[in-house]
């Protein structure tokens, strides 16, 4: 194919199993790093040489090069009002941090912003923008929350929770995030609620763009049993094939409730957006947030 795939990990070394290469490794040559709490590095069986979407990477790595510009109509300035109004004076961590688009604005505000995020790609992003190498960045897997507490909020934006592609992944997600919360801390997410009637026999083909050279396509297999929907957003151009892949593990709200249970934390509120518009059955998406007792 003219073009090729876009991801599959090139222009990153090598991950390792064993003893070869630490899974985890943190920025220590970052000035602002040290002293701010972050654990030395530990292995995960997740930051690995594993191939594909079971590598925490492989989305970063995918689309960093084109994440801004591809999202570049949504507006990061809600959640950070919603985030800023929950941080006060107290430290704040974002999981997935990718390229800063949320975290750079907080910053902008005063607040102490630390993030995790398993792609080196997208850090880099993150490092080349204004402001970005003062913010400390783990390079990690996001379930694990390989940080040193209290932080006072921690957050999960633009559907990136359903990006852990188990069940067992997301309440992990949970459960580290309680262990770092301070008390009366907060866990911010935000995830769209599941619309099953997109697909037709489990499958979906979407037209998203058609120009007179170039024209993308978005092409999705539900899974139902295991509320997995892999997708392949395929762009045919002049320049030849681009494949950008995406895969989430969604979550029903009350699914969510019940990690979040498990975990120690309690739903304080649910809102449809960043604007606190009220959450009911015709909702589309959600901003949860839930308490540490």
Not at 192 to 221: H, K, M, N, W
Request: glycine share 12%.
């Amino acid at each position: 194919m003219p073009g090729g795939a876009d991801c599959g990990g090139r222009g990153r070394p090598p991950r390792y199993f064993g003893s070869k290469e630490p899974a985890l490794i943190i920025d220590l040559t970052h000035p602002h790093t040290l002293g701010h709490g972050w654990l030395p590095p530990r292995r995960s069986a997740w930051v690995t040489g594993v191939a594909g979407f079971d590598d925490p990477a492989f989305y970063g790595d995918c689309w960093a090069s084109v994440y801004d510009e591809h999202h570049a109509e949504m507006d990061p300035a809600p959640a950070v009002e919603f985030l800023a109004g929950l941080a006060g004076d107290h430290r704040v961590l974002e999981l997935a941090i990718g390229t800063g688009r949320v975290a750079l604005l907080l910053a902008a505000r005063g607040i102490a912003v630390e993030g995790i995020d398993a792609s080196e790609a997208m850090v880099a992003r993150l490092r080349a923008k204004p402001g970005g190498l003062a913010i400390p960045v783990a390079i990690g897997d996001m379930a694990q929350v390989a940080a040193t507490g209290p932080f006072g909020v921690v957050y999960l934006v633009f559907n990136s929770l359903f990006g852990l592609l188990s069940q067992d992944r997301q309440a992990e997600c949970f459960r580290n995030v309680a262990r770092v919360l301070g008390p009366g801390g907060v866990f911010v997410i935000e995830c769209f609620v599941p619309d099953l009637a997109r697909f037709d026999r489990g499958q979906r083909v979407q037209v998203r763009a058609v120009t007179e050279d170039s024209a993308i396509l978005e092409l999705s297999r539900h899974d139902a049993a295991q509320q997995r929907i892999t997708t392949q957003i395929v762009t045919l151009g002049g320049q030849g094939t681009h494949l950008r892949p995406v895969a989430l593990r969604y979550s029903w709200p009350s699914e969510l409730d019940l990690m979040a249970q498990q975990a120690g934390l309690r739903l304080r509120e649910r809102h449809s957006g960043w604007d606190r518009r009220p959450f009911d059955s015709a909702s589309g998406g959600h901003v949860s947030v839930y308490q540490r007792g």
